[in-house]
Nanobody, 129 residues
Framework: QVHLVESGGDSVQAGGSVKLSCELSDYIYNNYCLAWFRQGPGKEREGVAA????????WYSDSVKGRFTMSQEKVKNTVYLQMAMLKPEDTAMYRCAAGPSVYDCFGGSWQRIATLPYWGHGTQVTVSS
């Protein structure tokens, strides 16, 4: 069992930036897909960013493309989500997920990325207007 712990959540004003971290209790293996999901109040869970550990292929949802950047730091078993130009609609609980995958994070299928086996409990980001 791999444990994931998110940190970095904050309350900011619109236009601000926040950087989230997700530390794994085990190595980031090359066949891992790592992802960030979020769920806002009254909304369904949404995949926002994913990265394939070997080669670094990135996937972003249209709602965050150009504003969010996901990265990994294997020596620290940690992935990050740098969020910029934040909007009130970015308010959500952000959770990271990890696990083995094929086809570079299942070819970017959020439905399949959501089946990754390891999940953190989340960190809250609140954006005020």
């Amino acid at each position: 069992q791999v444990h994931l712990v998110e940190s970095g959540g904050d309350s900011v004003q619109a236009g601000g930036s926040v950087k989230l971290s997700c530390e794994l209790s085990d190595y980031i293996y090359n066949n891992y897909c790592l992802a960030w999901f979020r769920q806002g109040p009254g909304k369904e869970r949404e995949g926002v960013a994913a990265i394939y550990a070997d080669g670094g292929t990135h996937w972003y949802s249209d709602s965050v493309k150009g504003r969010f950047t996901m990265s990994q730091e294997k020596v620290k078993n940690t992935v990050y989500l740098q969020m910029a130009m934040l909007k009130p609609e970015d308010t959500a609980m952000y959770r990271c997920a990890a696990g083995p995958s094929v086809y570079d994070c299942f070819g970017g299928s959020w439905q399949r990325i959501a089946t990754l086996p390891y999940w953190g409990h989340g960190t809250q980001v609140t954006v005020s207007s």
